[in-house]
C-alpha cells in the first residue's frame, strides 16, 4: 500500500523523533486522529512517563495522553531501530546555538543517522520541524538519505520541512487551529506533506521548496525579536525621559490599523526568540550579507538584565541599602509565563548578575519546586504567606504567571522592582518600574 493511502486510511505509523513541547502535542494530535503513533526520544524516564499516561508538558493534558496510550495508539521508545516500522517520521528535536552563537544541528544530524540506519524498505515521508537555517534540509539531510544515489528522493523515499508553531501556554491557538507550512523537495513530497499534515490540522500552506518553508519560521521569530528590541530600546528610553512606556503602548495600541503591541521585558526567553535570529544572520554572513537589524536587537534584548539589575540596584539606594550583601527575591524564573519552561530564560541571567553584585537569592515559581543553581539546590518560596516575605529586602518579577497573587508582595517587601507591568494602576512607594 502506498504512504497516501496509508495516509489517507489512516493505517500510516507516524514517527515523531523527540517528545518535547513540539513531538508531544504533535504525537497526541496524530494519536487522537486515528493513526498509530511511536514517540522516539533518548531520555529513558520521559519515555517511561509517556507510557504510563502522565504528561510532563502543560498543553498536553494527562487524560487525553492517558486515553492514547491505553488504547494503544501512541507508545514510546528509545529503540530507534523501531523507525523502520514509521511510514513517516517527523523530527521535532532541539537546535540550539554554540557558545560563538553558530548553530548547532548535532541533533538533526543525530536523528538523521538513526533514520539512515533504520530505514523502512517500503519508504517513508521524512519532514523536519526543528528550526534551521535555510538549506539544511536539501544540503544536509537530501545527501545522506540519498545515500551516494542509492535512494531517489521523490521515489524512494519523500522529504519536507514544516516549522514547528508551538507557542506554549497559549490557550487559543494550537496545533489544529495554527496553519502548518509545509516545503518539499520535490513537489510530490510537498503534496504527501500537506496530506499528512491536513489530517490533523485545519489549514495547510505549501511553498515552493524546503528553503522558503526554512526561511517562514525564522522571519516569524526575527520580526518578534526586532519589534521586542525595538519597545526595549524605547522602554530605556522613556526611563530617561521620565515616560511610562506601559502608558504609551497602550495608548498606541489604541489605533486600529498600522501598529501591533510589542511589550518590554527583562530580556529574551525560550527555545525560538533567543536563537532563532542567530540561525538566520549566521547564514547570511555566509553570503556575505551583514544583518545589522538582526544583530542590533541582539544587542539590544540582550541588555535588558542589566538594566534590571540597575533598577535594583537604584531602587535599593534610594532606601540607603547596597546591593551587596540585599536579600533578593526572584519572582518568576520560567521563559515566560504559565509554562514550565526555563529554556533561556532572562530570569537565570538576572540572578547571575544579581549575585555577581553579592546580592543573596532566593526565589518563587509555582511551576519550579526546585531550582539548581550552581552546586545549590534552591526551593521555592511561597508569597502567599507575608510572614515568609518579611526577610527581602527587595522582590524582582521577571515572570508574570497568572496564579500568582502579587499584591501580596506590596507592604510585605519594601522594595519591587516590576519588569512586566503586572502592578498596573498600582500606586505604590515601593514599586519600581522597568
Keep these: 500500500m502506498s504512504i497516501e493511502k496509508k495516509i489517507l486510511s489512516r493505517e500510516a505509523v507516524v514517527g515523531i523523533i523527540g517528545c518535547g513541547y513540539v513531538g508531544l502535542p504533535l504525537a497526541l494530535e496524530f494519536a487522537k486522529k486515528g493513526f498509530r503513533v511511536v514517540a ?12 504510563r499516561g502522565i504528561s510532563y508538558i502543560p498543553d498536553v493534558p494527562t487524560p487525553e495522553l492517558s486515553e492514547c496510550v491505553k488504547k494503544g495508539t501512541l507508545v514510546a521508545t528509545t529503540d530507534f ?5 514509521a511510514d513517516t517520521v517527523s523530527i521535532c528535536v532541539p537546535t540550539p546555538l554554540r557558545k560563538t552563537k553558530d ?3 548535532s541533533y538533526i544530524v543525530s536523528a538523521l543517522d538513526n533514520l539512515v540506519a533504520n530505514r523502512n524498505p517500503n519508504g517513508q515521508l521524512i519532514i523536519l520541524e526543528s528550526t534551521t537555517y535555510p538549506g539544511t534540509t536539501r544540503e544536509v539531510m537530501l545527501p545522506a ?16 520541512f514544516s516549522p514547528e508553531r508551538v507557542d506554549p501556554g497559549n490557550p487559543v491557538f494550537n496545533i489544529v487551529n495554527t496553519p502548518k507550512v509545509v516545503g518539499g523537495i520535490t513537489p510530490e513530497c510537498t503534496r504527501l506533506a500537506s496530506l499528512l499534515y491536513g489530517s490533523i490540522v485545519d489549514r495547510v500552506m505549501p511553498v515552493t521548496s524546503t528553503e522558503s518553508a526554512e526561511m517562514v519560521k525564522l522571519l516569524e521569530n526575527t520580526f518578534r525579536s526586532v519589534n521586542i528590541g525595538l519597545v526595549n530600546e524605547l522602554a530605556l528610553m522613556s526611563h530617561n525621559l521620565n515616560l511610562n512606556i506601559w502608558e504609551i503602548i497602550e495608548a498606541a495600541a489604541t489605533k486600529p490599523f498600522g501598529f501591533m503591541p510589542f511589550y518590554p521585558g527583562p530580556g529574551l526567553g525560550g527555545h525560538c526568540i533567543p536563537i532563532d535570529p542567530h540561525y538566520l544572520s549566521w547564514k547570511a554572513r555566509q553570503t556575505g550579507f551583514e544583518a545589522r537589524f538582526i544583530e542590533l536587537a541582539g544587542v539590544v534584548n540582550g541588555s535588558m538584565p542589566h538594566h534590571v539589575v540597575n533598577r535594583v540596584a537604584y531602587g535599593l539606594n534610594e532606601q540607603t541599602k547596597c546591593l551587596k550583601n540585599a536579600k533578593i527575591l526572584v519572582v518568576g524564573v520560567a521563559y515566560k509565563k504559565d509554562v514550565n519552561d526555563l529554556r533561556e530564560s532572562p530570569a537565570l541571567d538576572v540572578m547571575a548578575l544579581l549575585e555577581k553584585s553579592g546580592a543573596v537569592l532566593s526565589y518563587s515559581d509555582p511551576y519550579f519546586p526546585t531550582l539548581k543553581w550552581g552546586a545549590e539546590t534552591l526551593s521555592s518560596v511561597d508569597i502567599s504567606k507575608p510572614e515568609a516575605l518579611k526577610k527581602f529586602d527587595c522582590a524582582v ?5 497568572t496564579k500568582v497573587d502579587y499584591k501580596t508582595l506590596l507592604g510585605a517587601v519594601p522594595l519591587i522592582v516590576d519588569t512586566r507591568n503586572v502592578f498596573k494602576g ?9
Design 40 to 51: 522516539f526520544d533518548l531520555d529513558a524516564p520521559r519515555v517511561d512517563q509517556i507510557n
Design 426 to 434: 498600582t500606586s505604590h512607594p515601593s514599586i519600581v518600574s522597568l
Design 145 to 160: 538519505l540519498e545515500a551516494e544515489g542509492a535512494f531517489k528522493v521523490g521515489k524512494d523515499f519523500f522529504l519536507a
Design 397 to 401: 518579577v521577571i515572570t508574570n504567571h
Design 103 to 105: 548553530p548547532d544541528i
Design 81 to 85: 531501530s523501531r523507525l523502520a516500522t
